[in-house]
């Protein structure tokens, strides 16, 4: 297969940094690009929530040596205001970063607990056609019995925000089967401009919250209303659940891997590799070992006895089947 033509156009990279523990991982993101992409010709931008009224203690990263790290891996360090979300959804930091990124310049937003493992610059983004991680599960809605189904619960919605509801349905899958309908998870996603998909994210995200349809009424918002309101800014915005091939993000490009124990239980051999590799230099280890969940699973071995517990080759189907072994193990931390 020839490889695809490397974005010539600036592109951002936004990851949300903050004090605790998406930090550490902050730091883990830029050691990984650094290693297997450093040279894909992005900006990688760290944004954390400034201090105000929607957060009760300082969310901004204190320690000065991590900060000192982050920027000697290429990251460039900046600030947004939460104005709608703060504490009370800290998913919502991503919606509101958005607006600190340079305007009119394309822009790719991850979760901070993911891994780089390949050249970014290879992936043939396609900035006008969204699109966001396929690697998802039913988790929203849930049904109530004799309660409104999915076509009626997602179709509230597009009609909310005047949009086609039938082009959004993928009709290979059967009708009132969650896969019929747009839903993504939030661990990637990209557009040609940062300020014009989060307009549309915070303004969809707030009416949800604020002003859901009446179809929704017996529905949890916390913490999928970012997951909610994301495929229907996609299909506003013309993407799609097909915009980029598949397997390269959340695939052989990048790893979400959501907590270190989910690493260890499932991913390749090579994304364990990477994540021990680059937190073995003594200045990052240095930093890494602050964070007890790091310091256990990375450096005192409990990563390995996770791994051990679980053939990657035979996995449970489902993750909380993962994640309740991995308990009942005494191994679960974040």
Not at 79 to 98: C, M, V
Request: glycine letters at 6%; hydrophobic letters at 35%; proline letters at 8%.
């Amino acid at each position: 297969m020839a490889t695809p033509p490397r974005n010539t156009q600036p592109v951002n990279i936004l990851i949300i940094g903050q004090n605790g523990r998406l930090a550490y991982e902050a730091l883990l993101f830029a050691a990984s690009r650094a290693s297997r992409s450093a040279n894909d010709g992005f900006r990688l931008y760290v944004a954390e929530p400034a201090p105000g009224p929607l957060w009760p203690n300082d969310p901004t990263i204190r320690d000065p040596d991590l900060r000192a790290a982050l920027e000697g891996f290429g990251a460039e360090i900046i600030r947004f205001d939460s104005q709608h979300f703060g504490h009370a959804y800290p998913y919502g930091n991503k919606i509101e970063a958005l607006f600190a990124l340079p305007k009119g310049e394309p822009f790719i937003f991850f979760d901070t607990d993911t891994l780089v493992l390949d050249d970014l610059a290879s992936v043939p983004f396609n900035f006008d056609r969204p699109t966001a991680s396929m690697n998802r599960e039913g988790t929203w809605p849930k049904l109530e019995l004799y309660g409104p189904g999915y076509t009626e619960i997602w179709g509230s919605l597009y009609e909310r925000f005047g949009l086609d509801f039938d082009s959004s349905l993928d009709r290979s899958q059967p009708d009132e089967y969650w896969k019929r309908y747009l839903y993504f998870n939030a661990g990637f996603f990209f557009y040609r401009c940062p300020h014009e998909f989060g307009t549309l994210f915070r303004d969809y995200a707030l009416e949800i919250r604020d002003n859901p349809p009446r179809a929704l009424i017996c529905q949890s918002f916390d913490p999928w209303l970012d997951q909610i309101a994301l495929p229907l800014v996609i299909h506003a915005l013309g993407g799609g659940r097909d915009t980029l091939p598949a397997g390269l993000l959340d695939g052989t490009v990048t790893c979400h891997y959501r907590t270190l124990p989910l690493l260890y239980a499932r991913e390749a051999d090579d994304v364990v590799t990477l994540l021990e590799d680059i937190s073995a230099p003594n200045e990052v280890k240095k930093l890494l070992k602050q964070y007890d969940p790091f310091k256990r699973m990375i450096y005192q071995n409990r990563g390995q006895k996770v791994r051990n517990l679980f053939d990657q080759n035979n996995l449970p189907r489902r993750e909380q089947a993962i994640r309740n072994t991995i308990k009942r193990e005494g191994f679960w931390m974040r």
